[in-house]
């Protein structure tokens, strides 16, 4: 090996680095067995890099071999899109007075055309008009600098040879190809990367610092779609789903890839590696990811949303609640809704009543007393308890009248052992149809209002005449959504009754 290195170094041979895995080579099976070193690499001189100093080599799964395929990119130029020139007017054709003419007769030959095609017509016309009687503007003025430079003795290109820092170049040293060699050298380290490998640096400006300082907002909802798992670190990316991250032992190996977990010639995981290196419950969810047999490249995706793209809602949330919390109540917040009817109900002012009772989300005296907000919790219209969202709609002394409606006061007693309005709805729920449903909901409805207009603006109003037209109100929206056939709940409309005092 020492043989090997003083050959490399006596040709004036380098590395010339990587991207990809660290390994190009592997064998055995077992984690006892298991070997992986770097055998293949490229190796150039300092001609060859100052002639292609763009160069990038790679390094590609290991799929068949026991060595991954290696490539070498020697291009001498960055690849740059093609752009369509826009057309600018210039007021020197102004002078001309055969312009007016152009336009006239770009614009009156596409009269049955519109405007757009009319205008471009007539850029069209402009331009090949304008380079047959100006020809190129740039090109004479280039020409009449370099006559008037040539005219002044060259005295600009002396005076900036006396400020060069770099005069040696070429009255001193000839040896050119060794600063273009370190110019590239740090032009290769130096590369544009992405905002998720660049590092914060020392001393950075404070647009960097604050747009690197986000970064970490944005780890937390991206994860990888497993493509061939070159680029995907076990212990490292986020790739399992709901942000599952894998225990290791003491002894692991940080560059373990994706790609060492799969079998690409069956396009299935390795199932004897994955039970060595993870939990059965981890192996369980690895073996549920779907493998592609194409292999196409790992993707980012946003994993916070269904389409997997970003947006700044998906992200307000867990950044201020945190990801795993956030995600919990939202899938929970979602089940419990579809579980105990709330979205069935109408019309959506009833329903976010409904959801925010449920919830706990009703600005009560207990909550507030919870909070630190009111000095007290007992209830100000009878005084007789805390003022929990129960109490205000079911227990309080001055709506015990309003739930005499039929059989509602019995049905009512029957939940007293319920203490969560969530549980009441629920127990409801099971017990009448949606119209009645729909009947308790409305007087919940209006006992709430007639609550916060006592204590909020200081009026009192009579809860049987509120109550029916709470109903009233109720009932007019479901039959105009029965009249213009909108999708709503399944409730039977023309049963629907108006719910009034006896």
Known sequence: MDAFRNTVDDCGMRDMGFKGSVFTWRKGTNPETYIRERLDRFLADGEWCSMFPYYEVRHFPIYHSDHAPIMVSASNYYERGTVERVFKFEALWLSNEDCGKVVQEAWMGSACLQAAQRLLNCAESLSAWAAKTFGSVKKK???????????QGGFPDA???EQSRANELKDG????????QEASNRQHINKHDTILEARRGYDPSYSWRSLWGS???LLDGLQWRIGHGCNVKVWLDNWLPDNIVPEHGVSYDPDLRVTDLIDYQCSEWKVDVLQQLFSPEICDIIQQLPLSCTLPDDAHFWWLKKNGEYSVKSRYWPSIL????????GRNAVSYGKRCGVWEVHPPKLRHFVWQA???GMVVKKELC???IAADSFCDSCGMGDESVTHALFDCINVQQAWQVGDFGDLLKDAKHLSAFSDIFMWLAGKVDKTELHDLMTIAWAIWFCRNKRIHENVSLDLSFTIAGFSKLV?????YAKKHGLEIADVDYDSFKLVSQP
């Open 475 to 479: 009932l007019d929206c479901c039959s």
């Open 141 to 151: 003025i280039k020409q009449t600098k370099e006559k008037l430079r040539e005219a």
């Open 358 to 360: 449920c919830k706990g």
């Open 322 to 329: 945190g990801v795993v919390q956030c995600t919990s109540a």
């Open 159 to 161: 005076a900036m040879f």
């Open 370 to 372: 919870r909070r630190h």
């Open 173 to 180: 040293d000839k040896n050119t190809s060794y600063f273009h």
């Open 215 to 217: 970064k970490s907002l």
